[in-house]
Nanobody, 127 residues
């Protein structure tokens, strides 16, 4: 069974930075390298939304709200996904989740199409 564990969340002031990590276990390095991986977030009272995702072939995709500030990266040798978050804003405050989708080249924005989820890590940005 694939397990995803996020870390790196915390509280920062606006303009600060955080780096989130998501370690995958229960999957081989070769299989992990084929996964579409994504970061999602959910603020209180709001729906879960996509932040960034990385396709199996390395293509990156970002939500408009984070373009130019967040960077997603995937280290296949370490079964680990990262999200570097710079120039944080109070509206970035949310629980952040990583998710994985196996099988094929499709890498959707819809969170309902992901197979595996982490437990989440809280990011709080104060003004």
């Amino acid at each position: 069974q694939v397990q995803l564990v996020e870390s790196g969340g915390g509280s920062v002031q606006a303009g600060g930075s955080l780096r989130l990590s998501c370690a995958a276990s229960g999957v081989t390095v070769s299989t992990y390298s084929t996964y579409c991986m994504g970061w999602f977030r959910q603020a209180p009272g709001k729906e879960r939304e996509g932040v960034a995702r990385i396709y199996r072939g390395g293509t990156l995709s970002y939500a408009d709200s984070v373009k130019g500030r967040f960077t997603i990266a995937k280290d296949n040798a370490k079964n680990t996904l990262y999200l570097q978050m710079d120039a944080l804003k109070p509206e970035d405050t949310a629980m952040y989740y990583c998710a994985a989708r196996g099988g094929g080249w499709y890498c959707p924005a819809n969170p309902d199409e992901y197979n595996y989820w982490g437990q989440g890590t809280q990011v709080t940005v104060s003004s």
